[in-house]
């Protein structure tokens, strides 16, 4: 299984900005999806940003326009960069992996497409 460490997380005005990092176990990270995900108190957990191996990339339409996800396949990590910060972005954010996903060319914005989680990095946009 794959290991994951976030980063990043904190307390940030409105309109502000904030990366999260998301380090990675294994070998072979270049054939990982990943994806980020947010869980508001009281809500479900939510897609928020997806990579594959290829580089594809897919958002929420909520983030739209705003995040940014990448990956940086020598340093084992992908990124979430969030800019123009809203209220409604605050949730504790995850991180998620799927190894050996080197065959498929879409995006994974699904949960249970995962098989790999983070322990989490707490988001609190003030308004």
């Known amino acids: 299984q794959v290991q994951l460490v976030e980063s990043g997380g904190g307390l940030v005005q409105a309109g502000g900005s904030l990366r999260l990092s998301c380090a990675a176990s294994g070998r072979t990270f270049s054939t990982y999806a990943m994806g980020w995900f947010r869980q508001a108190p009281g809500k479900e957990r939510e897609f928020v940003a997806g990579?594959?191996?290829?580089?594809?990339?897919a958002y929420a339409d909520s983030v739209k326009g705003r995040f940014t996800i990448s990956r940086d396949n020598a340093k084992n990590t992908v990124y979430l960069q969030m800019n123009s910060l809203k209220p409604e972005d605050t949730a504790v954010y995850y991180c998620?992996?799927?190894?050996?996903?080197?065959?498929?060319?879409?995006?994974?914005?699904?949960?249970?497409?995962?098989?790999?989680w983070g322990q989490g990095t707490q988001v609190t946009v003030s308004s």
């Open positions: 998620a992996a799927r190894s050996g996903d080197y065959y498929y060319t879409g995006v994974r914005t699904q949960a249970k497409d995962y098989g790999s």
């Open positions: 990579i594959s191996s290829g580089g594809r990339t």
